[in-house]
């Protein structure tokens, strides 16, 4: 069993940058792939971003990349989002998900199996 707890989420100004990540315990993450997805208001969650097990591959759904590159760091079990030029259209709840087995990566909501809480991200204009 994994437990995810997403951080450092809170109010960004349009243009504006912020961090957030996630930590995992219960079990290390380190041979699985690990995602970051968002739900806006009134939409279905979508897929942001995701790691590999070993860092050697991401992906991104197209409005974030180059703006949200996704690290791990796997001795600290945890998965960090940095995003920077921040828009209004970012806002939502960030959740971060660790695969339900396998260390490739995936844009798929079903391939994950633990999920954490989210933390809600606000972007200002």
């Known amino acids: 069993q994994v437990q995810v707890v997403e951080s450092g989420g809170g109010l960004g100004q349009a243009g504006g940058s912020l961090r957030i990540f996630c930590a995992a315990s219960?079990?290390?993450?380190?041979?699985?792939?690990m995602g970051w997805f968002r739900q806006a208001p009134g939409k279905e969650r979508e897929f942001v971003a995701t790691?590999?097990?070993?860092?050697?591959?991401?992906a991104y759904v197209d409005s974030v990349k180059g703006r949200f590159p996704i690290s791990r760091h796997n001795a600290k079990n945890k998965v960090y989002l940095q995003m920077s030029s921040l828009k209004p259209e970012d806002t939502g709840v960030y959740s971060c998900?660790?695969?339900?087995?396998?260390?490739?990566?995936?844009?798929?909501?079903?391939?994950?199996?633990?999920w954490g809480q989210g933390t809600q991200v606000t972007v200002s204009s």
């Open positions: 219960g079990r290390t993450i380190s041979n699985v792939a």
């Open positions: 998900a660790a695969a339900r087995y396998g260390g490739t990566w995936s844009r798929t909501i079903s391939d994950y199996n633990y």
């Open positions: 790691i590999s097990w070993n860092s050697g591959s991401t």
